[in-house]
């Protein structure tokens, strides 16, 4: 038989259907340790081999992976859009996790093509939760330079045009100075010194461009006071992002550099440490090291000759061509000469 589980947060529903695609069972069960393993064993006691499948591959449907897996089980993968073009060929117009339930049990019976999913180590996990994260706060970090952008534009378009907000110095300077009458006041040096007195690198060319962009408007425009009070907010919130965002890049590269693949991975051409550890969480089992003819060397041969033909001199840009087919034979298995 087989099984499908529609994922939810609190709730899953679990559906299956007999070799004619009867359905025989269907339950709605809490995503709890004992409520899950009380249905997997329900579910186990209908016949003597039974193929699980599950709609998504997240932390919401790990408790229910991780028990099946330690049961033994074999757990297929059916992605969501393969679930929803398959419904329009199921009786019914509406849309409910039971129904849901029945198309991925269906669609397991039917298909030959589903990924069969296996436990993924401590490493693999990490990485899936670090990758989550830097995109949160790479998220929030966009959102809140571009609110500070606006926020300057209340202030003094010219400065907003004269900062580079996503750098350190310009962000360390709005903590302390936001409006044109300040940084008048403060001048050219008293500027380069409170920023040199804070490790801003090129601290006197930054002092100039501000100071000469607050020289450009004389005008107070309305509600400054609080515009710059939100201004230096946002700058140190920036900063602070900035910071989290750095050790969670070593975080990630400390786990990347343990995954067997990694070099293999970061040879590739516009590969590097943060995309290798997003292919590695996304596709886990892409990414595990090939036990058989891994870096297997390309012989030619010649029609009616016993040994191998070896390849001529390399010289100028055929040893460049000759760098990236090493390239190809270290990631693929495949006897297939590089283009």
Request: hydrophobic share 40%; glycine share 10%.
């Amino acid at each position: 038989m087989w099984a499908g589980a529609d994922i939810g947060r609190e709730h899953h529903h679990v559906a299956v259907v007999n070799g004619d695609g009867e359905r025989v069972f269907s339950r709605r069960v809490a995503n709890d340790e004992t409520a899950l393993l009380e249905t997997i064993g329900d579910v186990l006691g209908l016949a003597e081999e039974v193929t699980w499948a599950i709609d998504l591959h997240g932390s919401e449907s790990v408790r229910l992976l991780t028990l099946l897996l330690d049961h033994g089980q074999k757990v297929v993968y059916v992605p969501g859009m393969v679930v929803n073009r398959a419904a329009e060929g199921y009786r019914g117009a509406g849309r409910t996790d039971a129904k849901d339930a029945l198309i991925i049990a269906d669609q397991a019976r039917m298909r030959r093509d589903l990924t069969v999913l296996d436990g993924d180590d401590d490493l693999v996990v990490e990485l899936r939760m670090l990758v989550a994260r830097r995109k949160d706060l790479a998220a929030d970090r966009t959102r809140a330079v571009n609110r500070l952008h606006d926020q300057l534009l209340a202030i003094c378009p010219a400065l907003q045009r004269a900062l580079d907000l996503t750098t350190k110095g310009p962000l360390t300077l709005l903590t302390g100075f936001q409006t044109p009458t300040a940084l008048r006041a403060i001048g050219v040096g008293g500027l380069t010194t409170w920023l040199k007195d804070r490790k801003v690198r090129n601290a006197a060319a930054l002092a100039a461009k501000a100071v000469t962009a607050a020289q450009s408007q004389h005008t107070t425009l309305p509600a400054e006071r609080t515009a710059a009070l939100l201004a230096a907010q946002l700058a140190q919130g920036v900063t602070t992002l900035n910071e989290q965002l750095k050790d969670l890049d070593a975080l990630i590269e400390d786990r990347f550099r343990r995954h067997p693949s990694a070099e293999v991975i970061v040879s590739m051409p516009g590969i590097g440490v943060l995309l290798g550890a997003e292919f590695v969480a996304d596709h886990p089992s892409s990414a595990r090291p090939r036990l058989r003819g891994e870096g297997r060397r390309v012989l030619l041969h010649r029609s009616g000759c016993g040994g191998a033909l070896r390849p001529p001199p390399l010289h100028g840009h055929d040893r460049c061509l000759h760098g990236t087919a090493s390239v190809h034979r270290a990631v693929g298995p495949t006897g297939d000469r590089p283009d």
